[in-house]
């Protein structure tokens, strides 16, 4: 399985994002789909977490905020990102964790300006 994120960008504080990450290849269940974000210096921080029985868990920092889904038709795992803050402001990578197995896509800069 091959992911590709897209959707990032400069937004201003309060505005929105939306991320998408694309899936290439059948992603096989039971199946865990996550966004990530790091900045420089800190670890890796979960952002997001849905799985194939639609469960989500998202980080308190971004809860009421961000919402992750899935779209089976387009096979992607998307990050609707609202009311964006300055400490929103990162990298965002998606991961699926499949049947044991662990896919990284590349990372998408998102920058909220204040």
């Known amino acids: 399985v091959q992911l590709q994120a897209s959707g990032g960008g400069l937004v201003q504080a309060g505005g929105s994002l939306r991320l998408s990450c694309a899936a290439f290849?059948?992603?096989?269940?039971?199946?865990?789909m996550h966004w990530y974000r790091q900045t420089p210096g800190n670890e890796r921080e979960l952002v997001a977490q849905?799985?194939?029985?639609?469960?989500?868990i998202y980080a308190d920092s971004v809860k009421g905020r961000f919402t992750i889904s899935r779209d089976n038709s387009k096979n992607t795992i998307d990050l609707q990102m609202n009311n964006l803050r300055s400490e929103d402001t990162a990298v965002y990578s998606c991961?699926?964790?499949?049947?044991?197995?662990?896919?990284w896509g590349q990372g998408t800069q998102v920058t909220v300006s204040s």
């Open positions: 991961h699926v964790w499949s049947r044991g197995d662990n896919y």
């Open positions: 290849g059948t992603i096989a269940s039971p199946a865990l």
């Open positions: 849905i799985g194939t029985s639609e469960k989500t």
